[in-house]
């Protein structure tokens, strides 16, 4: 296969997350959508050390980094989600602007 399915992948799914993360209302599904754009990225990085010539491994590190950044970030968002709910009973992000002090 060439590097082209594999980009053309990846923008499809980061296009997906930044619609999902832009227009959707539910914390819940802004964070699945950040995930998704995360996941394209990791794609293209697994994809571009594939292809380079000669074949590196850095691709493969960075995307092992990302995936445990964004196992850090899932926990703080839903640590967050959990307080808000607590507090508010919504997971509606138009709610979110009521936590400032």
Known sequence: MALQPFLALGV???????FGALTKRNIIIVLIS????????NINLVAFAHF?????IQG?????????IAA?????????????FRHRNSADMKDVDLMKW
């Open 60 to 68: 493969q590190v960075y995307a092992l980094f990302s995936m445990a």
């Open 52 to 56: 380079s010539q000669p074949a590196q």
């Open 72 to 84: 850090a970030e899932v926990a703080v968002g839903l640590a967050i989600l959990l307080a808000f």
């Open 12 to 18: 499809v799914l980061f296009g997906l997350g930044l």
């Open 34 to 41: 950040i995930e998704l754009m995360l996941n394209a990225a």
